[in-house]
């Protein structure tokens, strides 16, 4: 009777063992995933260079993001910038130097190499302007607003590391006039960019000095800017507005942290540019990732 009672205790001991050791992983694995859902990262980059354009100046930008995991396909995001001056763009065309803007977004995944992603950007002025309506949902021609809806190609999974844009804003502010600025029109402005990813490009050279540095030329273009929504771009034909290249470092500084450096070259090539802030431009940019 004894040894039964020995035998019994035992086998419940090690059920119970097993159920807890099972328990632990799978909350563990809840947690892990629930943990995945969120990412979001924090950036001050010397000035904002968007697509060969400079938004504000010289001035230091911050920059806050974040994403949320709505499926595995599915992710919302937010994403917004300020350089804090207290100046804007005037309709006489004075240089300024402020500004600010809040943008969201969703992204879905159709497979490894594809994603469908719209943007919808805001951009308000500081201060009332005349002219302009910083009201939001205002996607008329006095608005600040727009939709961007892209096509994401990453190659990098199946093939090389190969990355492309193609751009096309749907709705807001980006409309044609006629000769006499009358009668406006949806443009559908469209901007393609193909870029590549040189990982670890020097670790051959010292891994100790140059681990974890990629490098990433691109080339952007805008194929019809008739409404000029890309102001320092060529008007009536296609221009390269975006020629980089991007040096960034990483370092992890734990699980959950990671803290890329990066050094962005952006020349814009088009031939009648009416960029207030030049040609070339250098950005500096530093990053706190956690995920």
């Given at each position: 009777m004894?040894?039964k009672i ?5 086998l419940?001991l090690f ?11 799978v909350?563990?694995t809840?947690l892990?995933?629930k ?12 000035r904002?260079i ?7 100046g010289?001035n230091?930008?911050?920059q806050?993001a ?8 599915l992710t ?30 969703l ?7 594809l ?20 009201n939001?949902?205002?996607y008329g ?6 939709v961007d ?20 804003l749907l709705?807001g502010?980006?409309?044609?006039y006629?000769?006499?600025g009358?009668n ?12 590549y990813s ?15 540095i ?13 409404a000029?929504?890309?102001?320092a ?6 221009s390269?507005i ?7 470092h990483?370092?992890?500084l ?9 050094l962005n ?7 009648e540019?009416t960029?207030?802030?030049?040609r070339?431009?250098i950005?500096l940019g530093?990053k706190?990732?956690?995920?």
């Amino acid at each position: 009777m004894t040894k039964k009672i020995f035998f019994i205790a035992n086998l419940l001991l090690f059920s119970f063992d097993c159920f807890s050791q099972e328990s632990n992983v799978v909350l563990d694995t809840i947690l892990q995933e629930k943990e995945q859902k969120w990412d979001a990262s924090l950036e001050v980059v010397s000035r904002y260079i968007w697509r060969g354009q400079s938004y504000g100046g010289n001035n230091i930008t911050v920059q806050p993001a974040i994403n949320y995991e709505i499926t595995k396909r599915l992710t919302f995001g937010f994403w917004a910038s300020t350089n804090f001056q207290k100046e804007y763009y005037f309709p006489d065309g004075s240089i300024t130097n402020s500004y600010q803007e809040i943008d969201l977004s969703l992204t879905y995944e159709i497979n490894k190499y594809l994603k469908i992603q719209v943007y919808d950007y805001y951009w308000p002025t500081v201060r009332k302007v005349d002219g302009v309506s910083n009201n939001y949902f205002n996607y008329g021609n006095d608005g600040v607003q727009s939709v961007d809806a892209n096509l994401l190609f990453d190659f990098s999974d199946i093939w090389k590391p190969v990355k492309a844009t193609i751009s096309t804003l749907l709705v807001g502010n980006d409309f044609k006039y006629d000769s006499y600025g009358n009668n406006p029109k949806q443009n559908f402005t469209t901007y393609i960019e193909v870029g590549y990813s040189f990982e670890n490009i020097f670790e051959k050279v010292s891994k100790k000095t140059f681990q974890n540095i990629n490098i990433e030329p691109a080339i952007g273009a805008v194929l019809n800017n008739q409404a000029q929504y890309y102001s320092a771009g060529d008007y009536n034909k296609p221009s390269f507005i975006n020629l980089g290249i991007k040096a960034t470092h990483e370092l992890e500084l734990n699980e959950h942290f990671l803290f890329p450096i990066s050094l962005n070259y952006i020349y814009n090539a088009s031939i009648e540019n009416t960029e207030q802030f030049g040609r070339n431009f250098i950005a500096l940019g530093i990053k706190l990732n956690y995920q």
